[in-house]
């Protein structure tokens, strides 16, 4: 069996993350391991002529630490760090889970296809290709479309002729 003693759970505060993050917690009960939570501010971008930041560097660090604390609710039964760097999220991803020895990292997934993934990339997919240890991908559960949903079993089976 594969030793977990640390688990790395980048967050970006979506309902993706938020869904990896039951998983991480869950699989840091089981096998008793420290959960590492980082969220990775990315570099400011800049407006205009003259270059205005609407949020500053600083302003966006201490709203992922406020929030990021937030994410686990009471005192879970493993210890857990919070880790808010700056950076381009993949990179640091990968960086963390290096310098930290994580043992498992358990990420979030959009779920982007086609034009979309190609235009927003995907942090989870750079982060499995490139790093030092395994990586739990986590796709969100998609709701079922309401005219689907409706549908009996029975109805989509074909009928006899």
Not at 11 to 29: I, P, W, Y
Not at 61 to 75: D, K, M, P
Not at 152 to 159: D, R, T, V, Y
């Amino acid at each position: 069996m594969l030793p977990i003693k640390l688990i790395l759970h980048p967050t970006d505060f979506s309902d993706a993350s938020e869904h990896a993050l039951r998983m991480a917690v869950g699989l840091a009960k089981d096998y008793h391991a420290r959960l590492v939570l980082l969220h990775a501010v990315e570099p400011p971008v800049y407006f205009g002529e003259l270059g205005v930041v609407i949020v500053t560097p600083d302003e966006e660090q201490q709203h992922a630490e406020r929030r990021i604390a937030t994410l686990l609710a009471g005192e879970p039964p493993f210890p857990v760090e919070s880790v808010v760097s700056q950076g381009v999220a993949g990179p640091e991803i990968l960086r963390v889970a290096a310098e930290r020895h994580a043992d498992l990292i358990v990420i979030g997934s959009h779920g982007r296809t086609g034009l979309g993934r190609v235009l927003m990339g995907s942090v989870a997919e750079e982060v499995s290709r490139r790093s030092p240890c395994p990586v739990m991908i986590v796709r969100a559960p998609h709701e079922i479309p309401a005219d689907l949903a409706e549908q009996p079993a029975a109805a989509a089976q074909p009928q006899p002729a």
